[in-house]
């Protein structure tokens, strides 16, 4: 069964920009009203961050953004309560992005069944190892169409690379970079020989290229190399300073910027 993420792909294989939120930030009740500001401006997808206390794979400002809504009183059973019925108002594709703990504590098939009930597509968990989730739980998220997104860094193997390509089913994540999110600024030579690498590889799935992607220019490079741009610390920072979704989407998209 097709889902959102797949129908997106189909339909537009190039110049998707997919946005990344932390849930209860800048405010607990904003998780709702981000979404469905990004979605009327334009944005394909949106990736909704469950803050965790120890994200190993975030940069500063992505951390301050989760302890912020940790402080509010984020959790992932208050995330599913904002996001009941939020297909009456957003049909984008949905993601859930976060780190396994908070998953397991609630439960991985509760999880999935609540998800897949409010009309999630994917999850993305960077820390679930692949193999554990062939031999585990990939039943479990094919039964609830959702898909799982797979990261890929500089460092990843072409045969890992290319293990990751067959278990996945909407598309791979590509790392620009060692460092954590919100770090690199503009791509050299070192970025573009790997999204190029990538790009030659021939992938069944499409790419999405995330870290160090914040203006117009990172946004274009990236693009000319994979189907798409993840933008997260950006626009947490964008938030932080005040500044509508709308706002900075189209600050993204246009060529002024």
Known sequence: MTNRIQGLFRQKPQNILSIFLTSGYPKLEDTRSTIIDLAKAGVDMIEIGMPFSDPIADGSTIQHSNQVALNNGITVAKIFEQLENIRSEVDIPLLLMGYLNPVMQYGMEAFCVRAAQIGIDGLI????????????????????????????????????????????????????????????????????????????????????????ISNHQTYSTVCQYSSGAIIGSAFIKALGRGETPEAFVHGIRSQSV
Do not use: C, W
């Not at 989730?133 to 890929?152: A, D, G, P, T």
């Not at 970025?191 to 069944?204: G, K, T, V």
């Open 125 to 212: 968990l960077p820390d679930l190892p692949m193999m554990e989730y062939r031999n585990m739980y990939q039943e479990l998220f094919q039964k609830h169409n959702l898909s799982n997104i797979f990261l890929v860094t500089p460092q990843t193997s072409e045969k890992r690379i290319q293990m990751i390509d067959k278990v996945s089913d909407s598309f791979i994540y590509v790392v620009s970079t060692d460092s954590t999110t919100g770090k690199t600024e503009g791509f050299g030579p070192q970025h573009l020989a790997y999204f190029e690498r990538i790009q030659e590889m021939n992938l069944q799935n499409p790419t999405l290229v995330g870290f160090g």
